[in-house]
């Protein structure tokens, strides 16, 4: 695949699109072992406050990627899971938080030096 059609393939846009929203991949991987009710995942998750996941999840299952299950009964219970198509995400997370693992280092050293720079430029 070209630059060109990259910029002009709305497809990879998408692909694109539905991993650059920090909280989407962090939803996607809390839900890789199963289903979730929303407090578990907020627990899991941690620092995502309940409208974030909300909307967060609303995204996701308007995308196809989790489901939305409501258990009769009172109180009324509702969970999360992926679906195959969400699972189909997990890998290229995984593979792009191990790129970030081995190499965070380095991306907060340069903004670190960009930041000390920008600063210096001020003075």
């Known amino acids: 695949m070209t630059a060109d059609i990259l910029l002009a393939d709305c497809?990879?846009?998408?692909?694109?699109?539905?991993?650059?929203?920090?909280w989407n991949a962090v939803v996607l991987w809390a839900l890789r072992d199963g289903p979730r009710r929303p407090v578990e995942l907020r627990e899991r998750i941690g620092?995502?406050?309940?409208?974030?996941?909300?909307?967060?999840?609303?995204?996701l299952r308007f995308n196809g990627l989790v489901e939305r299950h409501a258990h009769p009964g009172a109180p009324p219970r509702v969970e999360y899971?992926?679906?195959?198509?969400g699972r189909s995400l997990l890998t290229p997370i995984d593979i792009f938080g191990?790129?970030?693992?081995?190499?965070?280092?380095?991306?907060?050293?340069?903004?670190?030096?960009?930041?000390?720079?920008?600063?210096?430029?001020?003075d």
């Open 11 to 22: 497809r990879a846009r998408l692909a694109f699109d539905l991993l650059s929203n920090t």
């Open 47 to 59: 620092g995502i406050s309940s409208k974030v996941l909300t909307e967060t999840l609303r995204r």
């Open 81 to 85: 899971r992926l679906t195959d198509l």
């Open 98 to 122: 191990a790129w970030a693992f081995e190499h965070g280092d380095e991306v907060m050293a340069a903004q670190e030096a960009d930041q000390r720079a920008a600063e210096g430029a001020q």
